[in-house]
């Protein structure tokens, strides 16, 4: 089992930056992927960013250029930083880590399996 907690979410103004982490424990020699997803009123959770093992990154187009998200590989951490913010960033935003579970993974790691964060409301004012 993985147990997500993430950290920094708040009330910002549009153009300002933010910080958000997520501290995983537990089963972490489980965990291929991490990343962020959120979810706005009215709307379908969508993935912001994720960041695999090997360092390579994806980001949705909205936020490309925006945010980046690090790891901190000792702490089981990873972070996303976000910036010039947009009314349209408004939303609970999930961390979330992916175990593969294939053939190279340990034999306790499920397979194909999210597990997900509390979640954490941004809010950006106009």
């Known amino acids: 089992q993985v147990h997500l907690v993430e950290s920094g979410g708040g009330l910002v103004q549009a153009g300002d930056s933010l910080t958000l982490s997520c501290a995983a424990s537990g089963d972490t020699e489980c965990i291929d992927a991490m990343g962020w997803y959120r979810q706005a009123p009215g709307k379908e959770r969508e993935l912001v960013t994720v960041?695999?093992?090997?360092?390579?990154?994806h980001y949705e187009d909205s936020v490309r250029g925006r945010f980046f998200i690090s790891s901190d590989i000792d702490k089981n951490t990873v972070h996303l930083q976000m910036n010039s913010l947009k009314n349209e960033d408004t939303a609970v935003y999930y961390c979330?880590?992916?175990?593969?579970?294939?053939?190279?993974?340990?034999?306790?790691?499920?397979?194909?399996?999210?597990?997900w964060g509390q979640g954490t409301q941004v809010n950006v004012s106009l």
């Open positions: 979330y880590a992916f175990s593969q579970g294939n053939a190279s993974s340990p034999r306790h790691c499920p397979r194909e399996f999210i597990y």
């Open positions: 960041i695999v093992s090997r360092g390579n990154t």
